[in-house]
Structure formats: structure tokens, C-alpha cells
């Protein structure tokens, strides 16, 4: 890897760089982009790989026998610190500051730009010389630049406090109600996070009861990003009210929020001796569309008892039902002849088993939660696995064995 990576370099002192950075290809690759960037200034790759023996040298760093997170901050800080002798101390800086977006999370470059205090322009000729150093990935076309997790954990050690660098960046943002159409709504998902890490307590109370930027944050993102919010402000029994009847309307706003206006002032009648739910229901009714149905009495189960949140997708009733051993994943049996494997914290369908060819009556569920055994009146049982893929939150479902009744 190190010597097609890098022009020049020798066997001898890619394998020795190799050895003592364990092999483990994060290093790898960030040593190979700083020897490139070396030798793109002059220097020559023997004399990099030299530069760099030197300071894991001193750093003391062994190969990665023991995986542990300490070992790879170690070996990441060693590394780092051949690549950062190419930056000035500004630069340094604003590498670290990329620490305070979300794990895992692609970053816009405009919203990089707003925590350096650059124009998107100026933020992506910046990250185009981090990305050359394997300092972050930048995907141009998109946009967007990442930090792999071991790196923002290595950058957000450097930064110290972060909360002058959230402010910044939610300052950025002065008309919540109309954010900037980032790739990937990145402002209408991140806001109140980067609010709730920049103390801004007065902030998140006065948005979440803000009718317009619900509104707006359920069409630019979706119900249960808009539900996640309130978690913010617990406790607090008017805002779990709020959230609740989010969360008993989400199979109706999934699929159309325009439906926002009736279905919360529907839902929260009942409550409306309460001044703030009464105040929140008449902004709620001002910023609806010109027309809309206004519920005037009582009508949708309302927020606050048993009833926690619907969930909807099978074309049939509904035979059986079975609950993972976490209590986070439940699988539904219908007579529509298919099972749906449910997130219950979301209420989203993360999976549909379709191989019966008739209405399936029951299904259960092994101790470890990773199988499901389904019974049909095609005269079959079925044994299916699921696993998350990887990285993401779309699951697959296998089916196993199918076993005939006799």
C-alpha cells in the first residue's frame, strides 16, 4: 500500500513504517497522504518515511498488538503529528474544530465554513489540503466532508471546550424558521443538538414551541427526527405532551405532514386547560394552511395515557405479535401473508418477510432476538434471521428453513 501510495519510497522503509504502525490501515493510509504531501513539496520520499520513523520514534509507539483505544490514540497521535507539521497553528485549529459536529455525520462544507468564520468557497480550498493529508474525506460533488471516528475523537482531545465553537456556528443560523438547504438538511436535523451544547436553554425552549419551525423541520426531515428534539427538555409536562402527540400522529405525518395542523390541535384538546397547550394550539391554528379541517371537539386519542404510537403498514388484520428480548424490535403477523419487523423506539418498518403464500397466524421469537419463527395456513412454518447492515439502520432478513406440517 505505502510504496504504490507514495512515489519512491522503498520496500525497506514502507515495511518498517507498516510494522510499526501495526498495519492498521487508518494509520496507514494517513501516513501514505503524508509522505505524498512531502514529496509534492519537495521532499523525497526516503527522507519523509525517515521524518516520520523518527516522531513514532519519539512517541514511543509499538505496533497494534493490543487493539485498545488507547494504543490507536497513541498511533493516530503519532502520525497526526508528522501530517500537522504541514499545517500553520490556524489551520491545526480549524481541523479541531471539526470535533464538535456529530459522529458519523457527513458535515456540509458551508457548515464548516460557518464554524471557520469562511464562504463556502474559501471553507472547501481549506479542506482540500486537510483531505490530501487524509485529515478528513471530501466529497466535492456532494459537498460534504467526513472525519472518521478515531480522528474526531484524536481532534476533539486537541480543541478542549467547545461550546464558543457551537455557538458560532448555530449564530450562523439567525432565521431558524428558514435554515440554509444544506446537503442532507444538515441545519433542520442538527440545530437544537448544537443548541443544546451551546447552553443555549432560552433558545430551545422558545423553538421547540415554535408551531412554524415544526412545520418546517417535519417537511425538510421527518416525524421522528422532529420527535427526538423534545427529548431536549425533559422533564417537562407540557413539552411530553407535545412530543406525545407527535408521537401518537407519526404514522399519519410520515406520509403526509401537511397534516400537522389538525392532527395537533386534535390531539391536544383535551389538554387545553393547561395555558401553554392553549397558547401553542391557537399558534398552532394560525400557522396552518388557508384551509384545513380544525377539529373543535375532542376527536384523536390525545397524548398522556397508555396509548404510546401507532403503527401502520400491513393491507390485513394484524394475527400476532412478537417483542425482541431488548424491548426495542417487534415482528408483526398478518393475514396480508407477509411479517414486518418494527423499530419501536421510531415506530418505522425496518424490514417486510414475504415467502408465505398464505395468512400467517403467529409468530415467535428466540431468546437472542436474532430469529423469528413464523406459522401459516399454507401449512408451513418459516425460521427467518435478521442482522443490521452495516453501518446503517436498514436491516435484511433471510429466510432460513421452511418446514411443512405432516
Not at 505505502?2 to 504502525?21: F, I, K, M, S, Y
Not at 424490535?329 to 425496518?350: F, I, P, Y
Request: proline letters at 5%.
Amino acid at each position: 500500500m505505502l510504496t504504490v501510495d507514495v512515489p519512491g519510497l522503498d520496500g525497506g522503509p514502507a515495511r518498517e513504517v507498516a510494522r510499526r504502525l501495526g498495519e492498521w490501515p487508518l494509520a496507514l493510509e494517513l501516513a501514505a497522504a503524508m509522505m505524498r504531501e512531502r514529496v509534492r513539496l519537495g521532499d523525497s520520499a526516503g527522507r519523509a518515511a525517515a521524518r516520520l520513523l523518527t516522531i513514532i520514534e519519539r512517541k514511543g509507539v509499538r505496533a497494534l498488538q493490543d487493539p485498545t483505544a488507547a494504543a490507536r490514540h497513541q498511533t493516530v497521535s503519532s502520525v497526526l503529528e508528522a501530517s500537522l507539521e504541514l499545517l500553520d497553528d490556524a489551520d491545526r485549529r480549524r481541523l479541531a474544530e471539526l470535533s464538535i459536529f456529530p459522529e458519523d455525520v457527513a458535515i456540509p462544507v458551508a457548515a464548516a465554513g460557518s464554524v471557520w468564520e469562511l464562504d463556502e468557497f474559501d471553507a472547501e480550498d481549506l479542506a482540500q489540503p486537510l483531505a490530501r493529508l487524509s485529515l478528513l474525506k471530501l466529497d466535492l460533488e456532494r459537498g460534504v466532508l467526513r472525519l472518521h471516528d478515531v480522528m474526531r475523537s484524536w481532534v476533539a482531545g486537541e480543541l478542549g471546550a467547545s461550546m464558543e465553537i457551537h455557538n458560532r456556528l448555530v449564530n450562523g443560523w439567525p432565521d431558524w424558521r428558514n435554515l440554509p438547504e444544506w446537503p442532507g438538511e444538515y441545519a433542520w436535523r442538527w440545530l437544537v443538538w448544537h443548541q443544546v451544547q451551546a447552553e443555549r436553554k432560552q433558545d430551545l425552549e422558545r423553538i421547540l414551541w415554535d408551531a412554524v419551525w415544526m412545520q418546517a423541520t417535519l417537511k425538510a426531515t421527518d416525524i421522528n427526527a422532529l420527535i427526538a428534539d423534545y427529548e431536549h427538555l425533559k422533564p417537562s409536562a407540557e413539552i411530553s405532551l407535545i412530543q406525545g402527540a407527535l408521537r401518537l400522529s407519526s404514522y399519519v405525518l410520515a406520509t403526509d405532514a401537511e397534516q400537522f395542523a389538525g392532527q395537533m390541535v386534535g390531539r391536544l384538546l383535551p389538554h387545553r386547560g393547561t395555558p401553554a397547550i392553549q397558547r401553542f394550539i391557537g399558534e398552532v391554528a394560525a400557522a396552518a394552511p388557508a384551509c384545513w379541517l380544525r377539529p373543535l371537539h375532542p376527536a384523536l386519542h390525545p397524548p398522556g395515557t397508555a396509548l404510546v404510537r401507532t403503527l401502520e403498514g400491513h393491507s390485513g388484520p394484524v394475527l400476532g405479535v412478537a417483542v425482541t428480548a431488548n424491548g426495542k424490535r417487534t415482528v408483526s403477523a398478518s393475514w396480508d401473508n407477509t411479517l414486518k419487523v418494527w423499530d419501536l423506539e421510531t415506530g418505522g418498518a425496518l424490514r417486510k418477510l414475504e415467502g408465505h403464500s398464505g395468512s400467517v397466524e403467529g409468530v415467535a421469537v428466540t431468546a437472542h432476538g436474532k430469529r423469528a419463527v413464523s406459522a401459516s395456513w399454507d401449512n408451513t412454518l418459516k425460521v427467518w434471521t435478521w442482522r443490521p447492515a452495516a453501518r446503517c439502520a436498514s436491516w435484511k432478513a433471510t429466510l432460513i428453513l421452511s418446514a411443512a406440517w405432516r
